[in-house]
């Protein structure tokens, strides 16, 4: 399906932006449990974003600098570092977002399926159907339950079976056993965790192929957030997923590959999930890691 309709001008909604050496030796100092289950080679995956020398800049600042970054299909890449370090602006210019951001100026090269998305003839509306995103904070418009997801399906004109279509999204958001008796109520008078799951499922009822996911579980109490961590493992065996966290433990959980970017924009490492975790090539990786800094 590479470049398909990414030049084709479509509606969707506008969301709003939020304003932000080697060692053979396993590390020790700070407890995090690695999932190796899911943690497995890149090796067999094929590369659906891919990033070259990419510079980001506000206005005179610098946020990001050279990344190089190749992202693989059908897995959970997380990207982790400290506060400021450009994690989330990596983030935004995979599905164009920091378009919204006048001093924003991008450079280098970023595609997806092969296709520089900041070529002219890329409409970044059509772009971030196929590359949908979940925001830190919960973002359900002030409609029912229903409308929200179906949203998108509406104002993009969709030829499909809407009732089928948010059954099926809200089921994939594990959250249709909750509310399917209460599909009319306002999405407003859910719960953070039911919130944000409707938050997604709103994002998959347009049928993308990459869920960008900037902090989704920050703001939410701890069983919320196991049950955002499954539903993100699942959503991997379908959709790619890219993942924002400033959770360490998390990132180790749910995640195949990670990215760690350090302070001044920079990635310094990326591997999978259980390389970076437990043997990194990077001593400031692991000093990261370790809680040496940070």
């Not at 902090?215 to 997923?241: F, G, M, N, Q």
Request: aromatic residues 6%.
């Amino acid at each position: 399906m590479a470049n398909e309709n990414l030049n084709t001008t479509a509606s969707t909604e506008s969301q709003s932006t939020s304003t932000e050496d080697p060692t053979s030796e396993p590390l020790v100092e700070q407890s995090i449990s690695v999932d190796s289950e899911r943690s497995h080679t890149t090796a067999n995956a094929d590369t659906v974003i891919e990033s070259r020398n990419l510079d980001v800049y506000y206005g005179e600042t610098q946020a990001l600098q050279g990344i190089d970054l190749a992202i693989p299909e059908n897995q959970v890449t997380a990207m982790i570092g400290p506060s400021g370090c450009g994690k989330s602006t990596f983030l935004r210019c995979i599905n164009r977002m920091n378009d919204l951001i006048d001093i924003c100026r991008v450079e280098g090269e970023l595609t997806f399926n092969g296709k520089n998305v900041y070529d002219d003839d890329v409409d970044p509306i059509a772009l971030r159907r196929r590359i949908g995103m979940v925001f830190q904070h919960p973002n359900p418009f002030p409609k029912s339950i229903y409308d929200n997801v179906a949203y998108g399906l509406s104002v993009q004109n969709m030829d499909v079976d809407v009732d089928a279509v948010v059954e099926e999204s809200l089921k994939k958001a594990a959250l249709w056993d909750e509310v399917k008796d209460q599909l009319d109520k306002s999405a407003l008078n859910l719960s953070g965790g039911q919130q944000q799951r409707l938050c997604i499922a709103r994002a998959i009822a347009v049928d993308p192929e990459v869920i960008l996911m900037d902090e989704p579980a920050s703001a939410l109490d701890p069983i919320a957030t196991s049950k955002i961590e499954d539903l993100i493992e699942e959503l991997a065996e379908e959709y790619t997923v890219v993942i924002v966290t400033h959770n360490m433990q998390q990132a180790a959980r749910i995640s195949d590959t990670t990215a760690v970017f350090l302070t001044g924009g920079e990635l310094v490492e990326f591997d999978d999930t259980n390389k970076i975790f437990e043997n990194p090539d990077s001593q400031r990786v692991e000093d990261y890691i370790t809680g040496k800094f940070g």
